[in-house]
């Protein structure tokens, strides 16, 4: 009866430890839509209130944390319960980055509101919509534990990076035609290297769930599509 009893209460502190992702990703799919819209609408205070919440995501990566040392040490588990376990404190880890780098995009749109909108805004948000819906669709995968889900977003990784390319070269032109743009230009690249870095994180949490419930990596090399490092534009507005 005492056996039975632990056992039960083990599978309860598993679900709670799931539920507890499930809700900091809650938090974060919100936090990303509040920085999005706030690009969007150059609504300042909206970027305030999406930097503000980010203590709640990082207070709730500490309790993950603190659950999963717990769990280590009192239950010693083995095989798939201690790739349950040791995923959840990863995929914390990712959605409390995901967190930062939305709260960056909020503070962002602070200083961006202080200059004339630029053309190059609708790109930005276009790309933040994408970013979200990967991030919506990892939750949904790690929700139901669904691998094929968490390979289609881990897939669509190079979607993201494209998007950004695309929009890196168009925001340098923009600061070449008129030097008046590279101020706001700038910041609105930062804004979308923030996004490129959340997708990645988003890709992160699908490899985990592949691991969590195959017990193996992702065989093939992650598909990038990122060639910002390479992307050179002539000085007529010209791009290569």
């Not at 502190?13 to 990303?32: D, F, H, N, P, Y």
Request: hydrophobic share 45%; aromatic share 4%; proline share 3%.
């Amino acid at each position: 009866m005492a056996s039975e009893h632990i056992v039960r209460a083990y599978d309860d502190q598993l679900k709670r430890l799931k539920a507890e992702i499930s809700e900091m990703g809650g938090l974060v799919e919100v936090q990303l839509g509040q920085a999005i819209q706030a690009v969007g609408s150059r609504d300042g205070e909206l970027g305030q209130r999406c930097v503000a919440s980010d203590v709640r995501v990082d207070a709730l990566e500490r309790q993950i944390d603190e659950s999963v040392v717990k769990m280590l040490a009192l239950r010693q588990p083995m095989a798939s319960d201690l790739r349950t376990i040791l995923s959840a404190l990863k995929i914390a880890a990712d959605l409390e980055r995901i967190g930062d780098y939305a709260a960056n995009v909020g503070k962002r749109v602070q200083a961006l509101v202080q200059f004339p909108p630029v053309p190059s805004v609708g790109g930005v948000v276009r790309l933040g919509q994408l970013v979200r819906l990967v991030v919506k669709d990892v939750l949904d995968a790690f929700a139901s534990s669904d691998t094929a889900r968490a390979i289609q977003v881990w897939q669509r990784d190079e979607e993201v990076d494209a998007m950004y390319t695309s929009l890196f070269r168009e925001l340098l032109t923009y600061m070449m035609e008129d030097p008046r743009n590279i101020t706001p230009c700038t910041h609105l690249l930062f804004i979308a290297k923030n996004l490129e870095r959340i997708g990645d994180h988003a890709t992160n949490v699908a490899e985990t769930i592949h691991f969590q419930v195959v017990g193996r990596t992702i065989a093939e090399a992650r598909p990038k599509g990122d060639e910002t490092s390479f992307a050179v534009v002539a000085p007529d507005g010209r791009r290569s």
